[in-house]
């Protein structure tokens, strides 16, 4: 009797391990199957996401941080034609016009990522040297690298200077006898001093502390006590800059740099000036060009008197001179007004600043010639509370300007012709008429 219930009991306990077996393996199979039936969907939603996404090909798993495709877009779009010249100091007809000129050097053909636009990268060349921000302000705005913004600006400003100096600087330089007719003409009606076709100054352009050791930084530190280089340009009666010549470190003097460019050279071999002028109580006076009493006295170059007494006429032949020297610190003031990255010091290295300097000179002619006038609040020859224009020492201080000490004045050609001249004008004022 005792064995027949153990066999029982045995029979009871496989029956249940049978069942617990059976439930472990229906319960594995369906397991198995919605595993399998979740591989499928999640296999089928990737692929219609892949098949369906149109930005999939845009996605750079190469960045970090994530691009601000859409500055440019919106800047152009959604700025009004006010905003937009206030933004970028020019029109939008102006920066159609230099992109036109210069977009063949900005397109960029590359496969890893989307190129950035010649469009959007004049733009930020313009905001650099209009606003003068720094980098890492535009990289935050844009959303582009420190690197990448660094050489947009300068590859843009490249391609200015190489495709529109010629054509916005040279081209006003006078060539022919003709030429230089209308340049006298301009400086006797706006101006009213004979014989003059420009205006030649220096400007101090400020840079942070250079490299390269104290011989290097005593170089570039000038007489107003920060470090600069110095530009040196030739203006017309009407603003425009002729020539210019950048790049000499701020220690220099006047009368050095201009000497050491190409053109007193030529000037001097006579191969600039055509033998062209007015006859005055008996002397030949040529085109003459009028600077301050740093440069070197010349029968082509004009400086004031610097006697300790002046008479008279001497005063008043100053004056008449003064006037016709204000064309370049009226330039200087549009220039650097417009284009503020002149006017701060800059971070960049003197060649750098170098190439945007010329190309500041170039968008200053450019808008010009196609009547994009500045601002009278960003011009700084004028005092923005009351529109006046600012007193000359005045100017001169805010544009660092170059003040280097007189030279003497050794040339007695040059001396008589400014004699005959002071004596024309002083004739002019006391009504005399004389030609």
Known sequence: MADERLRTFMFSLQAQAARRRKLLLQQAFLINVISRRRSVILVCCLITILLTSTEASALRSCRRLHRNLGW??????????????????????????????????????????????PECRLGICLYRLGRGDYYYTISEMTGFGLSTISTIVLEVCEAIVKHLWAECVTHHFPKDEAEFKEKMLDFEELWQFPCCWGGVDGCHIPIKCPKGGAEARKEYYNFKNFYSIVLMSLVDAKYRFMWGSCGFPGNSHDSIIFQSTSLWEKVQQGTVIPNIGKVIDGVRVSPVIVGDSAFQF?????KPYTNAILSQEQRYFNYRLSRARMVTEGAYGQLKGRWRILLRKCENSPEYLKTMTLACMVLHNICLDLGDTISRKLDLTLDPSTGERRD????????????????????????????????????????????
């Open 72 to 117: 440019w877009d919106t800047v152009w779009r959604t700025y009004s034609d006010a905003r937009f010249k206030k933004t970028f100091r020019i029109s939008r007809a102006t920066f159609q016009y230099i992109l036109n000129k210069i977009s063949g050097d900005l397109h960029r053909q590359i496969v890893a990522e989307d190129p950035i636009s």
């Open 298 to 302: 010349s029968t082509w170059l004009m």
């Open 392 to 435: 000359r020492d005045t100017i001169r201080a805010l544009l660092h300007m170059c003040q280097c000490p007189p030279l003497r004045d050794t040339n007695h050609q040059a001396d008589l012709i400014r004699k005959k001249l002071t004596k024309k004008c002083w004739d002019e004022k006391q009504g005399h008429g004389v030609c």
